[in-house]
């Protein structure tokens, strides 16, 4: 089956620093990779995804990349404020007998100190 | 507002006790989800459920049983076989479509103890 690492799972950066944090996946036919970032005693958010079919993807201070031939995927947070302190995940999943389920990475929790 | 509602926050249980979480969605999401979280472990699939009546086991569902009796709730049964039953549990739900790949919507977990 598919596996996901994540790193670091520590991250520690000053208020407007950037952060990155990056995937790694093992199945070559996964084909989409969507990143949640995770706040105390919450569930998981979507923050952003992407697919095979597309490099990069931006939205505002957030920006995906994925490079299909290296199996790897990052998330890029610019100018980081300290509500952007969380737990992220991100994940991989695959089409499969017409359904297909998430595979998670461990986590990375980000400190933004102010 | 449309979400998924998961009770209760916090759950105390005796070992050997079969316990019950429930997952409700006003979504009109098809799929429902259950996962398992532990620190350090990431997220870890137990059970799905695509359609009403119809659920597929995940990579942990040794000692977990669930039900989807109806499209809005997806109750999750922690069994007195499951061997480390403590942890936080999330619930998730998403829509299925011909694009299969659709986000999934968290709530905001149980937190089971078990003594």
């Known amino acids: 089956g598919e596996n996901v690492e994540q790193h670091p799972s520590t991250l520690s950066v000053q208020e407007g620093d950037s952060a990155v944090i990056k995937c790694t996946y093992s199945?070559?036919?996964?084909?989409?990779f969507p990143w949640y970032k995770q706040e105390l005693g919450k569930g998981p958010q979507l923050i952003i995804d992407?697919?095979?079919?597309?490099g990069e993807k931006k939205d505002q201070r957030i920006a995906v990349t994925l490079n299909k031939t290296a199996k790897h995927f990052s998330l890029h947070i610019t100018e980081t404020q300290p509500e952007d302190s969380a737990v992220y995940f991100c994940?991989?999943?695959?089409?499969?007998?017409?359904?297909?389920?998430?595979?998670f990475g461990k986590g990375t929790m980000l400190l933004v100190s102010p | 507002d449309g979400g998924i509602t998961q009770s209760p926050k916090y759950l105390f249980r005796k070992e050997g006790q079969n316990v019950t979480l429930s997952c409700e969605q006003n979504l009109n999401h098809d799929a429902m989800y259950w996962y398992r979280q532990d620190p350090g472990q990431g997220l870890r699939l137990i059970y799905y459920?695509?359609?009403?009546?119809?659920?597929q086991k995940g990579d942990i569902a040794e000692g977990y049983s669930v039900s989807r009796e109806k499209k809005e709730s997806f109750p999750l049964t922690v069994t007195s076989a499951q061997k480390n039953p403590t942890a936080f549990y999330l619930c998730a739900s998403s829509m299925t479509s011909a694009d299969y790949n659709s986000p999934l919507h968290f709530g905001n977990g149980t937190r089971l103890t078990v003594t």
């Open positions: 994940a991989a999943s695959k089409e499969d007998s017409g359904y297909s389920t998430l595979t």
């Open positions: 199945d070559s036919a996964s084909n989409y």
């Open positions: 459920s695509q359609i009403v009546n119809d659920f």
């Open positions: 992407i697919r095979s079919n597309v």
